[in-house]
């Protein structure tokens, strides 16, 4: 009796041990997932405030760490491509009312916007070796790389060290005509523009790895200079 009782307790205390291994590798799991995507959040983040930059002050010169040069000091609407040549996408504005998620593929990419994955007809070129390096920095292929632009590719900023791959970002370029608030404005831009006139507006598409390449987060916003 006395050896089946310790027996019992044998497998019991084993019983308890082995789950509570399983909970605790379970729980370290979840972690490494949380900091990973974590990671890849923020390295989108980072993608487009360098976006940012890189419409508000483009330069001729090659800055200091960077890659490349847009070779102007001021982003030009005529600059963006349909193949979104540099990281610059257009796309005819009645085509984007005839987008179709549920269709789209990379052999009828007419029907998808530029920054859907390659899968579905998107344009963000998973080729690394076609872009211009970062790390460390290499200026092949500036004037000929399509799809996503790696991070501080023009502005020089530092690359993120433990990632799987620098975020990228594209850049669509769009027409938004100004509307006034109230009748007694005339001018509705911090640049002074009328009301009713058109200007550019542009939207950012980062895309960040995390630890691993698997792991990736997409961030969108709209830059209105």
């Known amino acids: 009796m006395a050896l089946v009782m310790v027996m019992l307790v044998l497998v019991a205390i084993t019983s308890i041990t ?23 959040r923020q390295a989108a983040e980072s993608a487009l405030r360098d976006a940012e930059r890189d419409i508000m002050a483009p330069t001729v010169a090659t800055r200091t760490n960077a890659s490349c040069s847009r070779n102007t000091d001021e982003i030009n609407p005529n600059d963006f491509s349909v193949n979104c ?20 593929s990379a052999g009828n990419a007419s029907v998808a916007e530029p920054w859907w994955p390659t899968g579905k007809g998107g344009l963000w070129n998973d080729d690394p070796d076609s872009k211009p390096g970062r790390a460390p920095v290499s200026s092949n292929n500036c004037t000929s790389f399509t799809g996503g632009v790696p991070l ?3 502005t020089g900023v530092a690359p ?6 620098q975020p990228e970002y594209l850049i669509e ?16 831009t911090s640049s002074g523009q009328n009301a009713n006139q058109w200007s550019y507006m542009y939207r950012v598409t980062a895309r960040g790895f995390g630890y691993s390449q698997r792991t990736q987060v997409v961030l969108q916003t709209i830059y209105f200079p």
């Open 85 to 104: 040549r540099a990281g610059l996408c257009v796309k005819e504005d009645a085509s984007y009312g005839l987008t179709d998620w549920t269709n789209a």
């Open 173 to 188: 370029v769009f027409k938004r005509k100004h509307v006034r608030m109230n009748i007694d404005e005339t001018r509705v």
């Open 160 to 165: 993120i060290a433990g990632i799987a791959q």
């Open 18 to 40: 082995l789950w509570m291994v399983k909970q605790s590798t379970l729980s370290e799991g979840m972690a490494r997932n949380q900091m990973d995507q974590e990671a890849a």
């Open 152 to 154: 501080g590719t023009y």
